[in-house]
Nanobody, 114 residues
Framework: QVQLVESGGARVQPGGSLKLSCAVS????????MAWYRQTSGNQRELVAQ????????TYADFAKGRFTISRDNERGMVYLQMNSLKPEDTAVYYC???????WGRGTQVTVSS
């Protein structure tokens, strides 16, 4: 059974940066297209970025383009999300998952506030 454990969330000031990490265990990460999602209370999860298992690279939601970077380390079983120039509207719980989705992890809280 695949387990997903997100970490790295914190409270930061607007304009700050964070790097989120996702540990993927129990599966074969190299074969998965992976993604980061986020969710605010009362709203559905929205896709932030995805990274393909093959050479097709990455895609980003419009709000993430130019600020966020998704990456992966298949050997270490890790997926990352580097977030720069953070805004208050980026405040959310961030999750990683495969596309199509496995069972969700607990996520990691990101709060952007002065």
């Amino acid at each position: 059974q695949v387990q997903l454990v997100e970490s790295g969330g914190a409270r930061v000031q607007p304009g700050g940066s964070l790097k989120l990490s996702c540990a993927v265990s129990g599966g074969r990460l190299a074969f998965y297209t992976m993604a980061w999602y986020r969710q605010t209370s009362g709203n559905q999860r929205e896709l932030v970025a995805q990274i393909f298992s093959g050479p097709r690279g990455t895609t980003y939601a419009d709000f993430a383009k130019g600020r966020f970077t998704i990456s992966r380390d298949n050997e270490r079983g890790m997926v990352y999300l580097q977030m720069n120039s953070l805004k208050p509207e980026d405040t959310a719980v961030y999750y990683c998952n495969r596309i199509p989705n496995f069972e969700w992890g607990r996520g990691t809280q990101v709060t952007v506030s002065s």
